[in-house]
């Protein structure tokens, strides 16, 4: 392993289909006034919002509404949530719901206190949270993100075309989350496919830096095959609970720092998705999945062992008696046809990515130098062209 490293996860996990059982004994830890953030209403036709309500009032709290948390949080609802929060003297967010939910209550966390603007402080300058910082509690219902055991907290600004990611510090990861595999059950398929690239995207991100012989590479790959197995299930059973909820606790490994650790990390794929994402607002997963096969296959030639590596482990192709060229072409090859079985997206056309966007988007994608390839302008426009 490489590098000095810190390793700490404050977030306690309560895994399992009784897991909502827990949330009453964890209540208990805070005051009464609890701000109940959720979605466009996905919870209250599925009727988790009414168990957790129930929980709520059972353990004599006040609870604070905040609904309407739309798909990639905007800056203008960031603001909204701030003012639930202060005026009320919110002593915990609880968040019900996806990355979206559970993201934007973590903004709202380190912002109601916050004395300027926090678009300004925490995503234009990057500015660690110095003020008071309400705890998060989750439940979540949409398995991707990772946001239920991370410091993630993904914002989108439509005036300024941009969204951009805040990695808090473990002060601001959720003090709880309840993570319950039938819960994910009403997801429409096209947001469980979503969610499982998103997962996958993680890996990848992480997994392709680095050339050391590294523990973090090992379990990566044994989450990527768990999860290309379980998705198989999922997409012909979405009631399969031992898929869901394998999948659900790769999510979760996938991206709580563990597999970070002693790695540099690319996360190019999530700035040019999350710029995309800033001019179309489609699925955060999508967003990925339409750009990384002409992303993966144009820094290959750099990262050529690892390719390699990636198909023999990840993918099971026999590489003998195969150039290494040929070997990683065959990896990438299996990728994209998982990628197109379980219905991915795999162009931007698909989600209303035009020409005159190009130069925008590119524009907005922050360049990450921890891969094997740093990209300047001109190759994220060929790669965003061969996406569309
Ligand atoms: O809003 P409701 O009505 O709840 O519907 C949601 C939403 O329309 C629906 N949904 C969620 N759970 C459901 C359900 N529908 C039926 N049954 C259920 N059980 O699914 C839709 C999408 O939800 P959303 O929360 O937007 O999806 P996701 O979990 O993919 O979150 C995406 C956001 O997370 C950010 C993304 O950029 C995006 O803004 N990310 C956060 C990260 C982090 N914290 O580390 C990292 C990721 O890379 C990502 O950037
Ligand atoms: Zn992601």
Known sequence: MLGNFIYSNPTKLYFGEDSLDNLKSELANYGTKIQLVYGGGSIKKNGIYDQVVDILNEAGKTVFEDPGVMPNPTVKKLYEGCRIAKENDVDLILAVGGGSTVDYAKAVSVSAYCEEDPWEKYYIRMEDADNKIIPVGCVLTMVGTGSEMNGGAVITNHESKLKIGHVFGDNVFPKFSILNPKFTYTLPKYQMVSGFYDIFNHITEQYFSDTDDNTSDYIMEGLMRSLIYSSRIAITNPENYEARSNIMWTATWALNTLVAKGKTTDWMVHMIGQSVGAYTDAAHGMTLSAV???????????????????????????????????????????????????GLVMNLTELGVTEDMLEGIAEGSFISEGGYKTLNHKEIIEILRESM
Request: charged share 30%; glycine share 6%.
């Open 292 to 342: 990384s096969m002409a992303y993966y296959r144009h820094i290959c030639p750099y990262g050529l062992a690892k390719f390699v590596r990636f198909a023999r482990n990840v993918w099971e192709i026999d590489t003998t008696g195969k150039s290494d060229e040929q070997a990683a072409a065959e990896g990438l090859e299996k990728m994209e046809n998982w990628m197109r079985e379980i």
